[in-house]
C-alpha cells in the first residue's frame, strides 16, 4: 500500500527536523572549536610574547574581561590575567 502524500509530507517534515537540529550540533561544535583555538592563541601570546602587542593585548585583556564576565564562577579561572601574572607561570607568595 502506498502512502498518502500527507503520510509523505509528515515524514519529510520530520527528516528536515531531525537534518536542523544536526546542523545546528556542528554549527556548535565548531563555535567551541574556533573559541578554544583562540583562546589558547591569545594565552599563548600572551605566555610567550615579548612584544608591544602582547603587552597591549594584556593591558587590553585587563580592562575589559572584568565586564565581559557575568559569572562569579568564571572570575577565578582568570585571576593570573587580571592580576598582571602570565598564564600557566607559577604566581608568587
Given at each position: 500500500m502506498?502512502?498518502?502524500i500527507e503520510q509523505r509530507l509528515a515524514q519529510l517534515?520530520?527528516?528536515r527536523a531531525a537534518l536542523k537540529t544536526r546542523l545546528g550540533k556542528q554549527e556548535r561544535v565548531h563555535d567551541t572549536r574556533r573559541k578554544?583555538?583562540?583562546g589558547a592563541?591569545?594565552?599563548h601570546r600572551l605566555d610567550h610574547g615579548r612584544d608591544d602587542f602582547s603587552?597591549?593585548?594584556g593591558d587590553w585583556l585587563r580592562r575589559e574581561l572584568p565586564g565581559f564576565l557575568t559569572r562569579e564562577?568564571?572570575?577565578p579561572l582568570f585571576d593570573?590575567?587580571?592580576k598582571g601574572t602570565?598564564?600557566?607561570r607559577e604566581r608568587e607568595g
Open positions: 502506498r502512502k498518502s517534515d520530520a527528516q578554544v583555538l583562540l592563541l591569545v594565552l603587552k597591549n593585548l564562577t568564571d572570575k593570573d590575567l587580571l602570565a598564564p600557566g
